[in-house]
């Protein structure tokens, strides 16, 4: 599975963004699917997850109510949308495929990146 991550963007605190997830390759509807991100100096952490189906959803305690990960598996994308952003989300944020839980090793699939920065 190839993915291709976009939406990041410069915000200001308080607004929203939606990150997409293009998918292609392999079938991503057998796929359970995540969102990581990583800012400078700190470890990949693990922000929001679905499941192949979508039909479970798993949130960081961070981004739980502001964040919606969701996902079309007939047209091989993924999204993640962004609302109340704050400054502390700017991070570069990744899809990832092909793994489950929180931990980014147990990730197969990732996409490259879409920088996210949300100013005070």
């Known amino acids: 599975v190839q993915l291709q991550a976009s939406g990041g963007g410069l915000v200001q605190a308080g607004g929203s963004l939606r990150l997409s997830c293009a998918a292609s390759?392999?079938?991503?509807?057998?796929?359970?699917m995540g969102w990581f991100r990583q800012a400078p100096g700190k470890e990949r952490e693990f922000v929001a997850a679905?499941?192949?189906?979508?039909?479970?959803?798993d949130y960081t305690a961070s981004v739980k109510g502001r964040f919606t990960i969701s996902r079309d598996n007939a047209k091989n994308t993924g999204d993640l949308q962004m609302n109340s952003l704050k400054p502390e989300d700017t991070a570069v944020y990744y899809c990832?495929?092909?793994?489950?839980?929180?931990?980014?090793?147990?990730?197969?699939?990732w996409g490259q990146g879409t920088q996210v920065t949300v100013s005070s």
């Open positions: 679905i499941s192949w189906s979508g039909g479970a959803t």
């Open positions: 990832s495929a092909g793994g489950s839980g929180r931990t980014p090793l147990k990730y197969n699939y």
């Open positions: 390759g392999h079938s991503f509807s057998n796929y359970n």
